[in-house]
């Protein structure tokens, strides 16, 4: 059975902080990686990452995957209230059906 | 951007009743859409794959009478949960991406339907 497990489950910060979550996985037939952000509602598409070691870097936002380790994280630089969410991780299991499995999120409270 | 709408965002109903919720595809076509529940501080639980033209795929333990899909086109698939009970009050989310050759894009979710079955 797939399994993606995120740490911390829960991280609180003041603004200005840097913060590193974490994302490992097991996947069958592993495609890709995905993380999102997700406030009141749902989630928010951040990256997706399919080769090991190319950063994405979005503003603020970076994130690396390691294929090798199955391993992801997700930076946030200079932290700010807006940031507050849940940070959900998924892997992608490719094949002939479509599958994400999702992580239980990292709850990330900045503080001004 | 690849926009997914989803109706209503919120709904209660009485138990016994049969609610449906909408989910469209705003800018791009969507052979595949997918369904989940998220329980109050937990994860999405991936509940069934919607396919155009064809039945849905079910995940284990989730009742396919029960919540029963509908993708009759590439842009809108529908979800009715049928004889709701107090126990089916959840948050339900679609979910959708764009038919691409290399099936390699990412979801992109609706906005969500919060259903208080009373």
Redesign the interface.
């Known amino acids: 059975e797939d399994k993606v497990v995120q740490s911390p489950l829960s991280l609180v910060v003041h603004e200005g902080d840097t913060v590193t979550l974490n994302c490992s996985y097991e996947v069958t037939n592993f495609?890709?990686l995905?993380w999102?952000k997700q406030e009141k509602?749902?989630?928010?598409?951040l990256f997706?990452l399919?080769s090991s070691g190319i950063e994405k870097k979005s503003g603020r936002l970076s994130s690396i995957l390691d294929k090798k380790e199955l391993f992801s994280i997700l930076n946030i630089t200079a932290t700010q209230t807006g940031d507050s969410a849940v940070y959900?991780c998924a892997g992608h299991s490719?094949g002939s059906?479509?599958?994400?499995?999702?992580?239980?999120?990292t709850l990330l409270t900045v503080n001004p | 951007g690849a926009v997914v709408s989803q109706h209503p965002s919120w709904v209660i109903c009485k138990s016994g009743t049969s609610v449906k919720i909408e989910c469209r595809s705003l800018d791009f076509q969507a052979t595949t859409m997918f369904w989940y529940r998220q329980f109050p501080k937990q994860s999405l639980m991936l509940m069934a794959t919607s396919n155009e033209g064809s039945k849905a795929t079910y995940e284990q333990g989730v009742e396919k009478d029960k919540f029963l899909i509908n993708h009759a086109s590439l842009t809108l698939s529908t979800l009715t949960v049928t004889s709701a009970h107090p126990e089916d009050s959840s948050f339900y989310i679609c979910s959708a991406r764009r038919d691409t050759r290399l099936g390699n894009s990412p979801l992109h979710f609706g906005n969500g339907t919060r259903l208080t079955v009373t």
């Not at chain 1, 509602?41 to 598409?45: C, D, N, V």
């Open positions: 495609r890709s995905l999102y509602k749902a989630p928010t598409f997706m399919t959900l490719g059906n479509y599958k994400l499995t999702f992580g239980k999120g």
